[in-house]
Every structure is written in structure tokens, then in C-alpha cells.
Nanobody, 124 residues
Framework: QVQLVESGGGLVQAGDSLRLSCAAS????????AGWFRQAPGKEREIVGA????????YYADSVKGRFSISRDSAKDTVYLQMNSLKPEDTAVYYC?????????????????WGQGTQVTVSS
């Protein structure tokens, strides 16, 4: 079982940047693909992006392509989500989770060991 803890959220203005971190403990994190997801009030949880076990492949939702990037540091068992040019519609609770393998079309149902989430609020 992998335990995940997200951090780095906060209140920012439109156009600002934030970097979220997802720190893992427990089983070997490097064996898993990792994903970032978000859920806004009244909406379903959606994938933001994901990264393969080795970091060689990434996936991004169309809504964040060119603005967000995912990376992982195996030495620190941590995955990052760099968010640039933030928009008010990016406001949500952001979660990380892991999967045995990064599918071509990743979805929340393929992931587990969810963290508690970190709030990101972007004001206009």
C-alpha cells in the first residue's frame, strides 16, 4: 500500500503559478505510475495529468496542456505538478493517486491510494 500526501495548494491570482507536491511512503513508489486529478464543487473528479513509472511518458488533459507539467523525483518519492498561467477555472481540490500502469487514456477509476487533497483557488 502506498500512502500519498499532497501539499502546495493555496490562493493565487489569475496568471500566477503554483507547484504541487505529492509525497509517497510505503511500498516502492517508483513501481507505480502517478496521476494528478482535481474536483471542483458540484463536478466529477477529472484527470489533470499523469506520469509513467519511469517518468518517460506523460499525459495531460486538453484543458491544461501547455500550462501544467508533471515530473517525478524517484530519490524523494515525490511527484510534482507545476501549474503556470493559472485560471479561475483551475480552482478545485487537487489529488494525487497511483496506478500499476499508465494507460493511453487514463481515468480516475484506474488509480488508487488517493491522497487527502490540497485546495487550489485562483481569483480573477
Amino acid at each position: 500500500q502506498v500512502q500519498l500526501v499532497e501539499s502546495g495548494g493555496g490562493l493565487v491570482q489569475a496568471g500566477d503559478s503554483l507547484r504541487l507536491s505529492c509525497a509517497a511512503s510505503g511500498r516502492t513508489f517508483s513501481l507505480y505510475a502517478a496521476g494528478w486529478f482535481r474536483q471542483a464543487p458540484g463536478k466529477e473528479r477529472e484527470i489533470v495529468g499523469a506520469i509513467s513509472e519511469t517518468g518517460g511518458r506523460t499525459y495531460y488533459a486538453d484543458s491544461v496542456k501547455g500550462r501544467f507539467s508533471i515530473s517525478r523525483d524517484s530519490a524523494k518519492d515525490t511527484v510534482y505538478l507545476q501549474m503556470n498561467s493559472l485560471k479561475p477555472e483551475d480552482t478545485a481540490v487537487y489529488y494525487c493517486a497511483v496506478s500499476a500502469y499508465l494507460q493511453r487514456d487514463p481515468r480516475p477509476s484506474q488509480f488508487g491510494s488517493w491522497g487527502q487533497g490540497t485546495q487550489v483557488t485562483v481569483s480573477s
